[in-house]
């Protein structure tokens, strides 16, 4: 009657022990799909790592990552031309 159900039940609970990387005080970046290629990209990435595929609009003066419609770089003040 009480058979291997019961040891089952107490088997590896995988939801309750998650493997962690060392909290090493950098917050976790956030990860997005390449439209492309479907690769998990960081989020301020610019160019997929694996395709290539431009993810984000580059500053060409700081090439950080600038959001579609702006018309100027937040970081450096640069001025975003659409080409
Ligand atoms: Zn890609
Ligand atoms: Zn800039």
Do not use: K
Not at 16 to 35: N, Y
């Amino acid at each position: 009657m009480c058979g291997p159900a019961h040891h089952l039940a107490h088997g590896h609970n995988h939801q309750g022990h998650v493997e962690t990387p060392a909290a090493t005080g950098q917050p976790q970046q956030e990860m997005r799909p390449c439209p492309r290629c479907g690769a998990q990209v960081q989020e301020d990435f610019v160019f997929c790592p694996r395709c290539g595929a431009e993810l984000l609009t580059a500053c060409p003066e700081c090439h950080r990552a600038v959001e579609t419609g702006w018309t100027h770089c937040a970081y450096c003040g640069a001025e975003l031309v659409d080409a």
